[in-house]
């Protein structure tokens, strides 16, 4: 099997590998970048579960959340959309 074949094959190069510069704010829940996007919510997640933020579909945010998300409590869809606001392209 060639190299850029099979499971996994190219993921660096897929938009949820990519390496992504992140914000100073989402720095403080997730760790220094660059990380990819994937990274970056499994940071996230794993945040919300080891502060217990987390009621049914809502999380509830947390002071350095607050500082991400804009807001005290928010769902995963718009987590995903707002976390476009705090990443950018690696150089």
Do not use: C
């Amino acid at each position: 099997m060639a190299q850029n074949e099979g499971p996994g094959a190219g993921e660096e190069n897929d938009g949820l590998h990519r390496p992504l510069n992140l914000s100073a704010e989402l720095s403080q829940v997730v760790g220094e970048g660059p990380m990819g996007r994937a990274d970056v919510v499994s940071g996230l997640w794993d945040y919300i579960k080891k502060n217990d933020l987390q009621d049914g579909q809502e999380i509830r945010a947390d002071d350095k959340l607050k500082a991400v998300f804009g807001k005290d409590r928010f769902d995963m869809f718009e987590m995903n959309e707002k976390l476009s606001d705090h990443l950018e392209e690696a150089e």
